[in-house]
């Protein structure tokens, strides 16, 4: 999870929402991913997606089966498909998402009856992610107001 806070910093430094995703497998990271919307002006650049589509190229195909997916924002419901389409074994994130979280906040799209059912760690970490969104948008706020 420290690998994927750091990537959300680094999203944050660029003036995007701040979230960071690391996939791993058998204990070593084989991909990253974060948030990019603004920079790329695109609705799809999420951490998770990112991330996911790195793996895949990296291990040579979309079955994720024996990775780890490490968030620091609970995942959307087009995050949470994908994790579910790329078989990904297990999803620890950080900051709990009461607006459009999909691992448990809103609804848990991985309790639904889909073909794969990833396990679910949340709150991992959670005072750390939870800090680097807060002061995000503590920031963003504040230049507003100037």
Known sequence: MSAALELARQSAAEGEVP???????????????RNRRES?????????????????AALGGWRLWECDIY???EPCPMCAGAIINSRI???????????????????NLFDLPY???????GGFMQEECSAVLTDFFKELREKKKK
């Open 19 to 33: 979230v960071g995703a690391v996939i791993v497998r058998n204990g070593e990271i084989v991909s990253t991913g």
């Open 40 to 56: 790329d002006r695109n609705a799809t650049v999420h951490a998770e997606l990112q991330a996911i589509d790195r793996a895949c």
């Open 71 to 73: 968030v620091t924002m």
């Open 115 to 121: 073909n794969h059912k990833p396990e679910l760690n």
């Open 89 to 107: 074994k297990r999803v620890v994130f950080g900051a709990y998402d009461s607006k459009a979280g999909s691992c448990g906040s809103v609804i």
